[in-house]
């Protein structure tokens, strides 16, 4: 899973995304039509239909959530704040990288031993985490991670078990995986990819996508979370590793076009693909953007399972990553020969604006 | 204008009223003072003020065979309050309007612009009444009221639901160039701009500018949103203002007052850009300081960055302590300095987002 | 007036799954527009052409609900709110499927503080004996509406979804008996609103008008011990000065005054502290859009138990056609 792995390994952190950027634009760009990048710095691919049908869009982001270099002590310690959701009690004694030469360095923690009694069972607050690059000065340490420079969690992608893989990024990088294999073929319908930027922040990317393309109907392809660990309840699992890619109605931020969402499930069934509801409607991701650009687009998001999302080693079934893609290539050959649900497509909103 | 010191711009425009929502009257002296350095000047549906400068193109500012554009916008609205309702006894209730800390209002001097401007007080209990548990709680805004002295049935004749309440503060000079009002949160982002303007006269820059101060910022950014979206620039320059160190706050979270503009950096902003204008002012010698955005600013640049299909946007921001009070304080040369910054970097940008 | 309250507040639309209700207010407008259409999200769009200013009238079809997100082996069922639902307010009422099917709405006896309720510890009993029997009626991912019958007591409207099928009724009213003007309206039935003022968004995208009217309903301050509001049942329609979306662009909002004023109803100011409108998502669109609000003033709003006073709706047509023909 070359690919896979060569993915998760970039760094790129909401704001700092060219160099999956590149990765990604020297993979495809023999196999599309037209490839830019955006003011945002999205990636935005081309693929022209054989027939003239309806434009469909496949989104996934390349950013991954870390951190951003804000200050510095004056024995040479890096002072920093979170870009994106991260539950800060991931982050006492993991190993980082900064910037991008990609200075080594860990997130510091007091000692078990030299711990107050109610110190113990607090959580440490990220404003008073820093980073240790060996730095004794703070001069010395801005000159080697300069204010501003992005910052990724250090984490090799392995295989675990015989199933599944750990690695940081699955989200969203699995979802960028597939598209790009999914970009190989070529489709009755007008088909773009948008690898956004700066979902994690706030689906800034994904905000600007819509109203460029104005595509008829879009995928957003994530990874999502996954709890079922020791510790949740079954009904709080949201979803379960190794069952299959995820569907989800609605999250936070949108309410997939039902006609959709049903077009998606029976397609797994006659393909004979296992699939799961996601069981939850929390978090949210670039559909809603997508979904509200212009005069409306028609949306849905698959998803692989990840459990332990947004933590330097997040763990998703190779299973489901397969199934996932099988799933929407089974998907995009049936919207290719179902003629009367792409006109209800075509036909669903007009927006000449 | 031309003529006019900088604290005598700032003072006249923490003078007038402009509460989010109801900008009318600055906005009709804002166009005033931008036609006096600008080609056009208008106001829009919703207040916004834009005056445009020009410069015939050359090689360097074409783009898609026009002139580049580029959006400098700064908002002049201010937080503020409103009459809720009136009571028997003539008490106004109140509802803020943006982001008002109700810490600050007890016993505040106000202003209730009704029919006529009319001086009132917001009331608080005297300490001698108050219980231990509530001396130690700050008080919320809907157990304030509003005292002018009147009864109920007067206040009615002159007073009605939806009147704005603004805070009365007299402009003071303090020591050291540094001056305290309210509103410095943003007209000193306005002040700025008319700096700018002020500076670009008689420059050769190539570029169309667009001046915006702009509406609504504290409530929905509803002023930022649609004036960039008619305008399309090529790039957006923001100003507004920032924490200004202060006793009781974390240094990396705060920036020094007299130390310069702070050139915003973090994943809103052009990376590209915002390192052009660190270069300007590294070049032209004007003081700055770097302020680390992880994510939204809290202002302008987040409507911009995503106008239609995105805007390349820069922020400048100016030191200000005690912010959305009626002490808000800061030094004038960053104010001069952040207008000149802006100046400059116009001047010299390019097609390319590059300086020459 | 009532029959066409009852008519759309029975009505099935909770946000997502508006197409029962859609259907049902298109019968009503059916041939007494120039257009009918639905766009991408599902926004019911009629407009009557004319050549003078372009406006859009604005009240969302959605209502609130939950939604089934896992169903245990026992056959009860856990849900997730669909717009905002208040734990208070869904404990012990009965929720209805699009299917008919109907539940009881409880929680878990284990809670000792009843302040903790919340609703991951509440589930939904629809009588099933186990996973399989429930399935056969309930996915997870249907949605369920709270039921409520619409019924009046005087000239006070109770009903589950007054917000927003008096808004909605409001403007079938108008269209039905439609204002004689050369303005160009667009009357829309928008989606999703409680989820975020979704629909209003993408279809005021779509029209780009030069003025809109959002029909929704307000808060009152008339109820024991409430929060101070101006707003009362039975004082008219109520013009929006501000809520949590926008703030109401005094030109509409002196139109509405005028108009309240030349017609001799009776009216109000509102200001809402919580909670915005569809005028939220439409004032931002393009160059911007001067909005304004007109209110049904309702008492408990989001619960099952919505009541506003039905003479306050029938002025709220009055003042909408006046604003239609004076804009």
């Known amino acids: ?353 | 204008m031309k003529n006019t010191k900088t604290p005598d711009i700032l003072k006249e425009l923490t003078n007038i009223s402009a509460v989010s929502g109801y900008e009318e009257l600055l906005a009709r002296r804002l166009k005033e003072i931008f036609m006096e350095f600008c080609e056009e000047a208008w106001i829009d549906k919703f207040n916004n003020v834009v005056g445009k400068m020009t410069f015939p193109a050359d090689e360097h500012r074409y783009i898609d065979g026009r002139n580049m554009k580029v959006l400098v916008m700064a908002h002049m609205d201010e937080i503020g309050l409103m009459v809720k309702s009136i009571d028997e006894k003539g008490f106004i209730r109140i509802t803020s309007v943006g982001g008002i800390d109700s810490k600050i209002l007890p016993a505040h001097e106000v202003i209730v612009h009704g029919k006529r401007d009319i001086p009132g007080i917001i009331g608080a209990k005297p300490p001698h009444l108050l219980k231990p548990e509530e001396a130690n709680k700050s008080i919320k805004i809907e157990d304030l009221a509003v005292d002018t002295g009147m009864s109920a049935e007067d206040l009615k004749k002159v007073v009605s639901i939806g009147d704005l309440i603004t805070l009365d503060c007299e402009f003071t000079e303090l020591k050291n160039g540094k001056y305290s009002a309210k509103t410095i949160d943003n007209r000193s982002g306005v002040t700025a701009l008319i700096e700018a303007m002020k500076e670009l006269t008689g420059i050769k820059h190539g570029a169309d500018v667009y001046f915006v101060a702009s509406t609504q910022e504290e409530t929905y950014l509803t002023g930022a949103i649609i004036s960039s979206y008619v305008i399309e620039p090529d790039v957006a320059i923001i100003i507004d203002a920032c924490h200004g160190n202060m006793p009781d706050t974390p240094k990396e979270e705060t920036f020094t007052l007299g130390k310069g503009t702070a050139i915003g950096i973090g994943p809103v902003l052009d990376r590209k850009l915002s390192q052009t204008v660190i270069n300007v002012a590294k070049d032209e010698n004007i003081p700055y300081q770097i302020d680390v955005e992880p994510s939204d600013t809290g202002t302008e640049a987040w409507a911009t960055q995503v106008s239609r299909a995105g805007i390349p946007t820069v922020l400048l921001s100016i030191p200000v302590r005690y912010m959305h009070t009626a002490v808000e304080t800061v030094q004038i040369d960053d104010i001069k300095n952040t207008g000149r910054l802006a100046a400059r970097f116009i001047a010299r940008l390019t097609r390319h987002m590059e300086v020459i | 007036m009532f029959e066409t309250i009852k008519k759309l507040a029975g009505s099935f639309g909770v946000s997502g799954s508006e197409e029962q209700i859609r259907e049902v207010i298109k019968n009503e407008i059916e041939g007494k527009v120039d257009e009918i259409k639905v766009d991408a999200l599902g926004n019911l769009i009629a407009v009557k052409k004319g050549s003078g200013k372009k406006i859009m009238v604005a009240a969302h079809m959605d209502e609130i609900g939950v939604m089934a997100t896992y169903i245990d082996e026992k056959g009860f069922i856990r849900f997730s709110n669909i717009g905002w639902v208040w734990q208070y307010f869904a404990l012990g009422q009965r929720v209805m499927f699009k299917n008919g099917t109907v539940g009881a709405v409880f929680f878990e006896q284990k809670l000792k503080e009843i302040k903790n309720l919340k609703l991951s510890n509440m589930y939904i009993d629809i009588g099933a004996k186990s996973r399989e029997e429930a399935e056969k009626k309930v996915k997870i991912g249907d949605t369920a509406c709270f039921a409520g019958d619409t019924v009046m007591e005087g000239t006070m409207v109770i009903s589950k979804a007054l917000d927003d099928r008096s808004g909605c009724a409001v403007m079938v009213k108008t269209i039905q008996d439609m204002p004689d003007t050369d303005n160009e309206i667009y009357f829309v039935f928008t989606v999703q609103e409680e989820l975020g003022l979704r629909g209003a968004k993408t279809s005021a995208f779509g029209i780009m008008p030069d003025i809109a009217i959002a029909l929704d309903v307000t808060d009152t301050g008339d109820t024991p011990e409430c929060e101070l509001m101006e707003v009362k049942c039975g004082g008219g329609p109520a013009i929006k000065i501000k809520d949590r979306s926008f703030i109401a662009h005094p030109e509409v909002r002196r139109l509405m005054e005028e108009s309240a004023k030349k017609i001799g109803i009776p009216y109000q100011f509102e200001i809402m502290e919580q909670g915005g409108t569809d005028a939220g998502a439409i004032h931002v669109t393009g160059g911007g859009v001067p909005s304004g609000a007109i209110s049904i003033p309702c008492r408990y709003v989001h619960s099952p138990v919505e009541t506003a006073d039905i003479t306050d709706i029938e002025n709220c047509v009055k003042l909408l056609r006046q604003c239609l023909k004076d804009a």
């Open chain 1, 1 to 353: 899973m070359f690919l896979l792995k060569n993915l998760t390994q970039i760094d790129g952190v909401s704001g700092n995304e060219e160099k999956v950027r590149e990765y990604i634009k020297k993979e495809i760009e023999a196999v599309v039509d037209e490839i830019k990048v955006d003011k945002v710095g999205n990636l935005i691919a081309y693929k022209k239909g054989t027939g003239s049908k309806f434009k469909l869009l496949l989104s996934a982001h390349m950013d991954e959530v870390g951190f951003i270099v804000t200050g510095y002590s004056e024995d040479g310690m890096v002072k920093f704040r979170p870009v994106g959701g991260i539950d800060q009690r991931v982050l006492p004694g993991k190993r980082v990288l900064i910037g991008d030469k990609g200075v080594k360095g860990v997130i510091g923690c007091k000692p078990i031993h030299l711990q107050e009694k109610d110190e113990r069972d607090k959580t440490i607050k990220i404003k008073s985490m820093y980073i240790d690059i060996g730095c004794d000065k703070r001069d010395e340490a801005e000159k080697l991670a300069g204010l501003g420079e992005y910052i990724a969690f250090d984490s090799k992608y392995t295989e675990l078990g015989p199933d599944c893989v750990k690695a940081k990024a699955l989200d969203d990088r699995a979802g960028c995986a597939i598209i790009m294999e999914l970009l190989k073929n070529r489709y009755e319908f007008d088909l773009y990819a948008s690898f956004t930027v700066q979902e994690e922040i706030g689906l800034r990317g994904s905000e600007v996508v819509g109203y460029q393309i104005n595509p008829d109907v879009a995928f957003v392809i994530e990874g999502t979370t996954c709890s079922d660990v020791p510790g949740a309840k079954e009904h709080e699992y949201s979803t379960e590793l190794g069952k299959g890619p995820v569907i989800t109605v609605m999250d936070r931020t949108a309410y997939a076009d039902k006609e959709l969402v049903n077009f998606i499930y029976d397609t797994a069934r006659k393909h004979k693909i296992d699939v799961q509801f996601k069981k939850t409607a929390t978090g949210g991701n670039d559909a809603g953007k997508i979904q509200r650009s212009r005069c409306g687009v028609k949306v849905a998001s698959i998803s692989v399972p990840c459990r332990y999302i947004h933590s330097p080693s997040s763990v998703m079934s190779m299973k489901d990553y397969e199934g996932c893609k099988r799933l929407m290539e089974a998907v995009l050959t049936e919207l290719e020969s179902n003629n009367d649900y792409s006109l209800k497509i075509l036909n669903g909103g007009n927006c000449n604006v």
